[in-house]
Nanobody, 118 residues
Framework: VQLQASGGGLVQAGDSLTLSCAATGRTFSANGMGWFRQAPGKEREYVASITWSGGLTYYTDSVKGRFTISKGNAKNTVYLQMNSLKPEDTAVYYC????????????WGQGTLVTVSS
């Protein structure tokens, strides 16, 4: 199973960007998917996640009200809509998936770089 993340790029502060992630490879059923990010010189941090059953969403405080995570129509696909981007949102964003429960991530994708200029 591979998680393919895409949609990163260079934007200006205040702009919007949408990240996408799709699971490819052998069939698996995720119970949830999410996003982490790692800024230059900082530790990787949790950003948002969504449960497949019920569609419950969770966000870290710094992105609440600005980012929206959602499930795609295709199975095991997730999006991260990012609005009102700030320079501090600059990071490599990683897609994750769990076959257990949200918070126990057993699949990690490659990162996609988001750069927000001031």
């Amino acid at each position: 199973v591979q998680l393919q993340a895409s949609g990163g790029g260079l934007v200006q502060a205040g702009d919007s960007l949408t990240l996408s992630c799709a699971a490819t490879g052998r069939t698996f059923s995720a119970n949830g998917m999410g996003w982490f990010r790692q800024a230059p010189g900082k530790e990787r941090e949790y950003v948002a996640s969504i449960t497949w059953s019920g569609g419950l969403t969770y966000y870290t405080d710094s992105v609440k009200g600005r980012f929206t995570i959602s499930k795609g129509n295709a199975k095991n696909t997730v999006y991260l809509q990012m609005n009102s981007l700030k320079p501090e949102d600059t990071a490599v964003y990683y897609c994750v998936a769990t076959t257990y429960r949200v918070g126990v991530w057993d699949y990690w994708g490659q990162g996609t770089l988001v750069t927000v200029s001031s």
